[in-house]
């Protein structure tokens, strides 16, 4: 396959006992991972196609413990990789051979909970449903509601600035966060941001989410609880083209309407989905909109009769909605499991680019020439109202040339999310997956100055350093 | 190439030879808030206003871009005329100052300036999706973009918003922006001590009813004490969701409503700080704190200093004025903040304070060796804005 890893530090696979014996000082035994049949739950992400073993993994139980694992590492020269729950799509979590695996899944308290400031200080391996969980009695939620969100963690949704279904209306991680406790590399524990709604000085935690692990580990965070609305209801619409869907979208938006979600799928989305969940979702159509709203009974009647009027102006073809809490938890089980589903039936690379919407028909019909000139399937599921795709290349994975193809297949799709005005990752991060398309979207310029703020906190480039920006030309301090 | 390119350029050259020679710029919009910050010292004026002009707007998408130059005024108005504004509700701090001239899009972008809005919809970072900037070296430097996702590289489109110049010099900024609700009415309660103020403007943003601001204006301000909460939205929803509302905080008191135009101007004024912009002679702090802990931060400063206030963001932003004397409170106010997690800013005091106190809640050490080491990476020779955040920014 073709991303590159670098190539490991003798040196360092040298002093693996020694290492070893130096971390064992630091946490307690349960906290070590040594073993290879255990190291092998840490060697990949959910980027399943690579792999590699890391010299140990260190789970600590406080931030100290994380401090002083960074402390030694530091004067140490290991690299450090990361880990919240392994989720990553981008191979944000997978390990180096000459790097130990950081993981914070055993920190995941709820330290406390404010309902008036609406706010909970949660530690960072705390599962994103989880959160939401423990305040659902009282009719709270956490918003950005990524589809991995029973296992990912609030650790991994901040190193990656995680998205999900609802960002329309709620914004993603980086708006929902209100401080982090963090480990600097050096092993300094710092908090940035807090309870209040902003921060003194330069805004270190907006640098911070996003920053995919290269930049401190955090432990604890604030985040933003939100009331539920009275209700919820998703809609779906079957189109007769995806052009139709896509304009249908934009018609909504302006007419001032702004769903809490609105999430698109296409043929071969839908019956992968249909045929997984069961969810009723129309078969004879050539493009889906699951479009929720919120709000008391009279209210969602009013905003869907605006939109049920503006889908019939597009065509639309069938329209029906979710009749109780059943069949509304089905529409979502079934747009959520996507990527399950689809794996289900084939090989799949998902990717996450985002456009402009207006050029949703254009882009759509590209991806699909794209695909088909190396001879593959795709299907397409994402969020419509903001634009981020996820194309899922399908293949085989026994066949390296399909495999091969895939991968080139989603290089040229992230491309041309790039030449409409785009991004290549919308909500799964860069990892290792987009690190070498990072000069299609910015240039050497752009590169130094974030390479230059990222040495600020690392200038050794331990912290997850073969992620995120390409392996040559490097910036130090 | 057009006109602002090319002044964009001349910029970049004018930084570059700033960098070369070390001089200090001093960077400013439209300069209403120059009395914001420490005063930059022997420093050549930089003004951003020859880039100006919107670039971008596409409705459909809620998206709007514009050079930094570009008078706010002139943005809020392209953008109402389709139905849209910007989220974080910016207002004019220019008044509180004096100052006669309008805010540009791009002052209000690396201020970091929000208004009532931001409780809910978030501060101006929350909006802001992509810069373009000149840094300290004279290189232009882009990051994020028009979509409203996007986590491709280091977020520095945050960094840059909120860094008074400090970092780089903005020469695009781009937003999304919402569209603007069809109708808005504020629900009001009257005669609340700020505990109880608080507790209801809790209650009612912890509610289901989408309240969009909330604000408390104390007797000091107001005769009767009033507390504000704001709705917006189609009709019969905002009426309906009043109803729910009263009957959410019927142990608040009676309520009253005010109607869609006065509600307008009486935000806008919440936004703008007006109920405390004179005496002009005063200081003015805006202080950041969890809603919970304001009551009794409040009774413990004013116990010892003269004060007028206000209360924004469901009581999380206190607007606190105070006579400028001494060091106008800083010491009794930051000795009180200790350990809150909250913070202050001194807006507004005359020079000789400004001079004495730190207009921006210093940070521990830690955490101001790391500011200083990413205003390193963009500004190596510390030429752009030097002193206006903290001595070593």
């Given at each position: 396959m073709g991303i590159a890893f670098p190539i490991p530090d003798d040196a360092i696979l040298a002093r693996r006992d020694q290492i070893i014996a130096g971390l064992s000082s630091l946490v307690p035994p349960s906290s070590l991972v040594t073993t290879e049949d255990e190291r092998r739950a840490f060697e990949t992400d959910a980027l399943t196609a690579y792999r590699k073993m890391p010299l140990a993994a260190v789970l600590p139980t406080t931030t100290e413990e994380v401090a002083a694992v960074l402390r030694f590492c530091h004067e140490n020269g290991v690299k450090v990789v990361p880990r919240g729950a392994g989720t990553s799509l981008a191979g944000g979590a997978i390990p180096q051979e000459d790097a130990i695996v950081l993981g914070v899944g055993k920190m995941a308290k709820v330290l406390d909970i404010n309902f008036g400031d609406r706010t909970m200080r949660v530690q960072a391996g705390i599962t994103n449903l989880a959160i939401s969980n423990e305040v659902a009695d009282k009719r709270f939620f956490y918003a950005p509601d990524p589809s991995s969100q029973l296992a990912c963690t609030i650790a991994g949704n901040i190193a990656m600035n995680s998205g999900g279904a609802h960002c329309l209306r709620y914004g993603v991680t980086t708006n929902n966060i209100l401080g982090v406790r963090m480990v600097l590399i050096d092993g300094t524990i710092v908090d940035i941001g807090s309870d209040a709604m902003d921060a003194a000085g330069l805004d270190l935690l907006g640098l911070v989410i996003g920053s995919e692990g290269q930049l401190g580990v955090v432990t604890e965070a604030v985040v933003r609880i939100l009331p539920m609305a009275e209700g919820a209801r998703p809609v779906l619409f079957g189109f007769a083209s995806s052009e139709a869907a896509g304009a249908a979208v934009a018609a909504i938006i302006g007419a001032g309407i702004i769903p809490v979600a609105m999430e698109f799928m296409d043929k071969p989305a839908i019956d992968i989905c249909e045929a997984f969940a069961h969810a009723g979702y129309p078969t004879d159509c050539e493009a889906l909109l699951i479009i929720e709203v919120e709000g008391s009974d009279g209210e969602m009647d009013a905003m869907l009769a605006r939109i049920v009027a503006i889908a019939k102006e597009h065509g639309v073809k069938t329209v029906k909605e979710s009749k109780s809490a059943m069949e509304t938890a089905l529409i979502w089980k079934g747009r959520k499991s996507a990527f399950g589903a689809t794996g289900r039936i084939a090989d799949y690379i998902c990717m996450d680019g985002t456009i402009p919407t207006g050029q949703l028909p254009y882009v759509l019909r590209r991806i699909d020439e794209i695909v088909k000139s190396y001879g593959l399937r795709v299907a397409n599921v994402f969020h419509a109202g903001d634009g981020n795709l996820h194309p899922l290349v399908l293949y085989n994975c026994n066949d390296p040339v399909e495999a091969a193809n895939a991968e080139e297949a989603g290089n040229d799709i992230l491309k041309l999310c790039v030449e409409v005005g785009g991004c290549l990752t919308g909500e799964h991060g860069v990892g290792i997956e987009k690190r070498d398309l990072m000069r299609k979207q910015f240039n050497e310029i752009d590169l130094a100055q974030q390479m230059r703020v990222r040495a600020a906190f690392d200038p050794l480039w331990l912290l997850n350093p073969a992620k995120v920006f390409p392996l040559d030309g490097r910036v130090s301090a | 190439m057009s006109a602002s390119l090319f002044a964009e350029d001349e910029l970049s050259a004018t930084i570059r030879k700033a960098f070369a020679d070390k001089t200090p710029l001093a960077i400013h919009g439209a300069n209403t808030k120059a009395g914001i910050g420490g005063v930059v010292k022997n420093a050549a004026e930089i003004s951003t206003q020859g880039l100006s002009g919107i670039t971008l707007h596409e409705p459909a998408e809620m998206v709007i871009s514009a050079l930094a130059g570009t008078p706010l005024a002139e943005v809020e108005r392209r953008l109402a005329a389709q139905g849209?504004?910007?989220?974080?509700e910016p207002g004019q701090w220019g008044p509180l100052f004096g100052a006669a001239s309008e805010a540009t899009i791009g002052g209000i972008a690396a201020t970091n300036q929000s208004g009532p809005r931001r409780v809910t919809a978030g501060a101006c970072r929350d909006s802001l999706i992509g810069v373009r900037f000149i840094n300290g070296k004279g290189e232009s430097v882009k990051s994020g973009g028009r979509v409203m996702k996007n986590v491709t590289g280091l977020d520095l489109v945050k960094l840059l918003g909120g860094s008074w110049g400090t970092l780089g010099i903005l020469t695009e900024v781009t937003f999304k922006v919402l569209p603007r609700p069809e109708t808005a009415v504020t629900f009001t309660l009257h005669g609340l001590d700020d505990q109880r103020a608080i507790e209801a403007m809790s209650a009612a943003l912890g509610s289901p009813f989408d309240v969009s601001a909330a604000a408390h204006l104390p007797s000091s301000v107001e005769r009767v004490p009033m507390t504000l909460l704001r709705l917006e939205g189609f009709h019969a929803s905002v009426a309906y969701r009043f109803d729910r509302l009263k009957d959410l905080l019927k142990r608040f008191g009676p309520a009253n409503r005010i109607e869609a135009e006065a509600s307008s101007v009486l935000w806008k004024q919440i936004g703008e700080v007006t109920p405390l912009s004179e005496p002009r002679g005063t200081a003015l702090w805006k202080i950041s704190l969890a809603p919970s802990k304001a009551p009794h931060f409040l009774a413990s400063i004013k116990a010892q200093l003269s004060a007028r206030y206000l209360l924004d963001w469901g009581g999380g932003l206190i607007w606190f004025q105070t006579d400028?004397?001494?060091?106008?409170?800083a010491a009794l106010i930051r000795a009180n903040l200790a350990g809150t997690g909250g913070h202050a800013t001194l807006i507004r005091a005359p020079g000789a304070i400004r001079d004495a106190v730190a207009i921006f809640e210093p940070a521990s050490d830690a955490l101001m060796k790391l500011q200083a080491a990413i205003k390193a990476s963009f500004d190596p020779a510390g030429i752009l804005n030097p002193g206006r955040m903290a001595p070593l920014l």
């Open positions: - | 849209q504004m910007l989220p974080f400028a004397k001494s060091d106008a409170g």
